[in-house]
């Protein structure tokens, strides 16, 4: 049975850093794109990065480019999110997700079979 357990969420003020963990078990995803999208309260999911199934490639979207990188352990199958400088409009519920293809670089969670349940972040202000 396939599991993603997202890890690092927390409170931090304006400013700080998380680094957001995402560990799957089940079986490997070395040959998967995977990504981190997040939710904010009355607002729809939205794409925040996206890395390729071999690291080589990385998607951020514009409200994190530059603060946020992406980052695999295909060793590991794990998926990590290393946030710096936050806002407070960076508030969410952060989830990691597969894609549900091989060999694939796809930013529409649409294509995105696995999810985990979620790590809050909150950043006040």
């Known amino acids: 049975q396939v599991q993603l357990v997202e890890s690092g969420g927390g409170l931090v003020q304006a400013g700080g850093s998380l680094r957001l963990s995402c560990t799957a078990s089940?079986?490997?995803?070395?040959?998967?794109?995977m990504g981190w999208f997040r939710q904010a309260p009355g607002k729809e999911r939205e794409c925040v990065a996206v890395?390729?199934?071999?690291?080589?490639?990385?998607y951020y979207a514009d409200s994190v480019k530059g603060r946020f990188t992406i980052s695999r352990d295909n060793a590991k199958n794990t998926l990590h999110l290393q946030m710096n400088s936050l806002k407070p409009e960076d508030t969410a519920l952060y989830y990691c997700?597969?894609?549900?293809?091989?060999?694939?670089?796809?930013?529409?969670?649409?294509?995105?079979?696995?999810w985990g349940q979620g790590t809050q972040v909150t950043v006040s202000s």
């Open positions: 997700a597969v894609d549900a293809d091989l060999y694939t670089f796809v930013i529409d969670m649409r294509a995105y079979e696995y």
């Open positions: 089940g079986r490997p995803f070395t040959n998967e794109g």
């Open positions: 890395i390729s199934w071999s690291g080589d490639s990385a």
